[in-house]
C-alpha cells in the first residue's frame, strides 16, 4: 500500500465523514492558493525580437545588422523571473556560433556541425533560480548567417517570458539587444552587462530603443507616435487625473491641432474645434476615466492638456497599470474618422480599434517608439515536471485547469456557496475576454502573449477540456462572448483535427515522438465538449460525433480480456501499447459517465456505450486494492497506488449506481465510497492539499515509464479538480442511499 501522508496528517483524520467539509476545504485552498492575479500589462516594442509560432525567440541579425562584418557579433540580453527553482527545457537553433549563458554560466557553445545544420535544433536543459535569472545570448556573423532561435521546447504548455534588462527598460517586456560588436566583447571575455543596472554604463547602445529623438520628441503627442494621416482620422488618448482631497475646483488649460473632444467618465466636458482652449470644474467630476478624442489631418496632429488647483499643476496617472509605461497615457490610433463610440466602449485594455487605412486592427499605444500595450500571462508559468510552485495558474487555459474549474462548479453546486462559482467563473472569463484580442496578437506579434493553448490549437489538448467547462459555466452565466470561441473549438474538432480513415480522432504529430498515435485521454478532451455543444446549439450531430469516437476508441484500445483500455494506439507499429495507465482509463470512464447524461435514451448508439460502460466498470472494480484505490498501472500488482485515476473511478461508479446505468449497483456503490475513503485518509490532507497525483504523461510500451518515471506532485492540477468532482458525486450518492450530507441536488 502506498503512503503519501501520515495518518494524522490526513483530513479523515480530523473531519471523518464530513464530506461537504472535506470538499469545502480542498476548494478553500485551491482559491487560496491561486489568487485573482490578472494578466500583466507591460510595454512591447514592435521593433524588438518577435517569436516564432512555436514560441521560440527569432534573433536574426542578418536582417537587423546589415552592415556586420564577417566575424562581428551581436548580443541579446533578458530578465526571466521564477517563483520557485524550476527546470526547463531551452532549445537553440543556430544559424552562425552561439554562446548562450545563464547567470553568467555558458550553457551552449554551438558546434560547426550544429551551425551548419539547417534543421539542427539543440535540447538545453535549464533550471532557472528563485527570483531574477539573466540570459546572454551572443551570436557571430559567418557566411553562413548571423543568429539563432531560442526559446523554451512546448511554448505555449511551458512558457518562457523575457523580460527587458536594464533600469531604463524597468517593467518592458522583451528582449535588448547590441551590435555589431567585436567578437568576445561580452561573455567569452568574461565581462557581463549588470541586467539590473543602467544602459549607460555598459558603454554600448542597445535597442530597441525607447526615447524619441530630438526631432520627434518636437512632434505634437499623436503626430510622433503615430505619424500624420493621409485622410481625416481620429485617435484616442487615455489617462486619470490624480485629484487630491479637499480640493473644490480643477482648472483645465491646454491647446490642439484639430477638433478636439474631452470625457470624464461619461461625461462630454470640452468639444472645441482647436486652438488654444479651457475650462473649469468641481473636483468631484475629474475623478473618473479622462478621454480625448483627437481630429488628426495632413496640417499636424496633437493635443497638450495640463488640470491645475490653486496648489499648482495635478499629476496624470495611468488609468490601469502598466508596468514600466513612459507616460500616464495611453493612446489608440489612427482610426477612421466616422466612428463614433462612447466612453464606455472605448477604455478597455482588451479593445481592438479598426484601423483608417482598413488594414486590420490595432490596439492601444505608449509614448515610445513603436511601442505597445501588451498583456502576458505570467502566472503559473509550468516547468517540465508540469508543476507551477507557489505562482497563481489563475487567467491560464490548458486541460488541468478544465477540470479543476469543473470540480469548483460542481463544488459550489453541492455546498450551496455561489462564490466558488463566482471565482471559477472569473478565472474562465478572463479567457474568454482576452480571445479576440489573442487571436490578434497571434497574428501581428507571430506569438500570442496570453491564451496560448487556445489560439494555437493543434490538439484536443489544448481545447476541449477547458472549452468544456466553459459550456458548463455558460449554463448560468449566459455570457454571448463564448459562442464564438465555442464555435471556433467546435469547428477544430470537426473540420480541423486530424483523424484516421475511419473518422477516428488521432495525432498526427509530424516528427515528434508521439506522431501517428491515439490517446485514451482525448476522449476526455474531446466528447464533454461536444455533447455540451450540443446542448448549447441544439444541433445534435455533434452528439452523435461524440458518440461515434467512443465506439471508434473502443475498437482500437479497449482490452477485453482485461477489461481495461490501453493508454494509446501507437499507428507507427499497427497496435497499441497495451499498457492500462490509472488515469487513462479515468478520462475513458469518466467521459464516457458525461456522454451517457447527456445522450437520449432513443439514440441509436446508447445500448452499445451502455453496455461499454458496464463492461469498463466491472473490469476496472476488480483491480481496487485493499485501500479503496488503484494502480498506476492498473494490473500491476508492484506500481504505486495512483490518486487522480481512483477519483475518477469513484466520481464514474457513483454516477452509474445514481442514473441507474449499472444493473448490480449495490458492489459500485460499495467500491465509491472505498475509494474516497481511500482517498480521504491517504492522498488529502487536512489543508486539503492532494497528493499521490501523477504528473502530465507521454506514453510508452512498458509499464515501467509509468511506475518508474512518472512520479507524483503534490497538488498537481491534474488530480485537484477531480477530486471535487468525486467528492461532490459522493455526497449526492450517499444523499440517495440515506445519507444525511445536507447537500444542495441540480
Known amino acids: 500500500m502506498t503512503s503519501y501522508i501520515e495518518a494524522r496528517e490526513s483530513i479523515r483524520y480530523w473531519m471523518g465523514d464530513d464530506n461537504a467539509g472535506i470538499l469545502k476545504t480542498i476548494a478553500g485552498r485551491y482559491i487560496g492558493a491561486n489568487p485573482e492575479i490578472p494578466f500583466a500589462l507591460r510595454p512591447f516594442a514592435e521593433t524588438g525580437i518577435l517569436q516564432t509560432e512555436e514560441g521560440y525567440y527569432d534573433f536574426n541579425f542578418g536582417d537587423r545588422f546589415q552592415d556586420a562584418k564577417q566575424g562581428d557579433a551581436a548580443c541579446a540580453l533578458g530578465l526571466v523571473w521564477s517563483d520557485d527553482e524550476r527546470s526547463l527545457d531551452a532549445a537553440i537553433m543556430p544559424f552562425s556560433p552561439v554562446r548562450f549563458y545563464l547567470n ?10 550544429d551551425e551548419l545544420k539547417p534543421d539542427a535544433n539543440i535540447v538545453i536543459p535549464l533550471v532557472l533560480s528563485p527570483g531574477w535569472n539573466t540570459l546572454l545570448i551572443e551570436v557571430r556573423r559567418t557566411e553562413a548567417g548571423f543568429g539563432c532561435r531560442f526559446g523554451a521546447m512546448e511554448g505555449k504548455v511551458r512558457i518562457l517570458q523575457v523580460l527587458s534588462p536594464f533600469t531604463d527598460r524597468k517593467g518592458g517586456a522583451g528582449w535588448a539587444y547590441a551590435g555589431p560588436l567585436t567578437a568576445g566583447t561580452l561573455g567569452e571575455s568574461g565581462v557581463f552587462p549588470n541586467a539590473h543596472g543602467s544602459e549607460e554604463e555598459t558603454g554600448m547602445d542597445w535597442l530597441p530603443r525607447t526615447v524619441w529623438s530630438e526631432g520627434e520628441a518636437d512632434k505634437p503627442n499623436f503626430e510622433r507616435i503615430f505619424g500624420l494621416p493621409e485622410a481625416p482620422a481620429v485617435g484616442y488618448a487615455w489617462s486619470r487625473l490624480k485629484v487630491p482631497a479637499g480640493v473644490d475646483h480643477v482648472e483645465f488649460k491646454g491647446s490642439a491641432l484639430g477638433r ?97 487605412d482598413g488594414r486590420g486592427l490595432t490596439g492601444w499605444s505608449l509614448d515610445a517608439p513603436g511601442y505597445r500595450v501588451r498583456p502576458f500571462y505570467e502566472n503559473a508559468m509550468l516547468s517540465n515536471k508540469w508543476t507551477s510552485g507557489s505562482a497563481t495558474n489563475f487567467g ?56 496560448h493553448q487556445l489560439v494555437l490549437i493543434k490538439m484536443l489538448d489544448n481545447c476541449g477540456s477547458f472549452g468544456s467547462a466553459m459550456l458548463e459555466d455558460n449554463k448560468v452565466s449566459g455570457n454571448p462572448e463564448v459562442v464564438k470561441v465555442a464555435e471556433d473549438i467546435a469547428d477544430f474538432m470537426m473540420n480541423r483535427l486530424e483523424r484516421r480513415e475511419d473518422g477516428a480522432f488521432y495525432r498526427l504529430c509530424v516528427s515528434e515522438y508521439s506522431a501517428d498515435t491515439m490517446w485514451a485521454d482525448d476522449l476526455y478532451m474531446s466528447t ?97 486494492g485493499e485501500s479503496g484505490l488503484w494502480k498506476q498501472v492498473i494490473t500491476d500488482s508492484e506500481a504505486y497506488e495512483e490518486a487522480s485515476c481512483s477519483a475518477m473511478f469513484a466520481y464514474a461508479f457513483a454516477r452509474g449506481v445514481r442514473f441507474g446505468w449499472l444493473e448490480e449497483p449495490a458492489p459500485f456503490s460499495d467500491a465509491a465510497i ?33 511506475k518508474h518515471d512518472l512520479l507524483t506532485v503534490v497538488n498537481d492540477n491534474h488530480g485537484i479538480g477531480i477530486m471535487m468532482l468525486a467528492c461532490a458525486e459522493i455526497m449526492k450518492l450517499k444523499g440517495m442511499l440515506g445519507g444525511k450530507q445536507g447537500i444542495h441536488f441540480h
Open 396 to 451: 491560464r487555459w490548458d486541460y488541468p485547469l478544465g477540470v479543476t474549474m469543473y470540480g469548483l462548479l460542481q463544488a459550489s453546486r453541492a455546498l450551496g456557496r455561489p462564490d466558488i462559482a463566482e471565482y471559477a467563473r472569473a478565472h474562465i472569463d478572463i479567457c474568454i475576454q482576452w480571445y479576440e484580442y489573442a487571436v490578434w496578437d497571434r497574428d501581428t506579434y507571430g506569438f500570442p502573449s496570453v491564451n
Open 674 to 706: 472505498r475509494a474516497w475513503q481511500g482517498l480521504t485518509e491517504q492522498a488529502i490532507d487536512r489543508h486539503g492539499s492532494v497528493h499521490g497525483v501523477c504528473s502530465g504523461s507521454r506514453y510508452s510500451f512498458t509499464g515501467d515509464y509509468y
Open 104 to 113: 553568467e554560466r555558458l550553457m551552449y557553445r554551438s558546434s560547426a556541425v
Open 528 to 624: 464533454p465538449f461536444l455533447s455540451r455543444y450540443a446542448g448549447m446549439t441544439g444541433d445534435f450531430s455533434y452528439l452523435d460525433e461524440a458518440a461515434r469516437q467512443f465506439l471508434r476508441y473502443r475498437e482500437y484500445l479497449f482490452m477485453p480480456e482485461e477489461g481495461v483500455m490501453s493508454h494509446v494506439f501507437d499507428f507507427k507499429y499497427g497496435k497499441a501499447t497495451r499498457i492500462p495507465w490509472g488515469r487513462g482509463n479515468g478520462w475513458s470512464l469518466f467521459s464516457l459517465s458525461e456522454l451517457l447524461e447527456r445522450l437520449p435514451e432513443d439514440h441509436k448508439d446508447r445500448p452499445a456505450l451502455l453496455e461499454f460502460f458496464r463492461e469498463l466498470c466491472t473490469g476496472i472494480a476488480t483491480y481496487q
Open 260 to 356: 478636439t473632444e474631452i470625457w470624464i467618465g461619461d461625461d462630454s466636458v470640452m468639444d472645441i474645434e482647436g486652438g488654444v482652449f479651457g475650462c473649469k470644474l468641481p473636483a468631484s467630476a475629474c475623478r473618473g476615466d479622462l478621454l480625448v478624442r483627437s481630429h488628426g489631418g495632413p496640417s499636424g496632429w496633437g493635443v497638450e492638456l495640463h488640470a491645475y488647483t490653486s496648489q499648482g499643476e495635478l499629476e496624470f496617472v495611468l488609468p490601469v497599470p502598466v508596468q514600466g509605461a513612459p507616460s500616464p497615457w495611453m493612446y489608440a490610433g489612427p482610426l477612421a474618422a466616422g466612428e463614433e463610440q462612447t466612453p464606455e466602449e472605448v477604455c478597455s485594455v482588451k479593445r481592438l480599434f479598426p484601423r483608417a
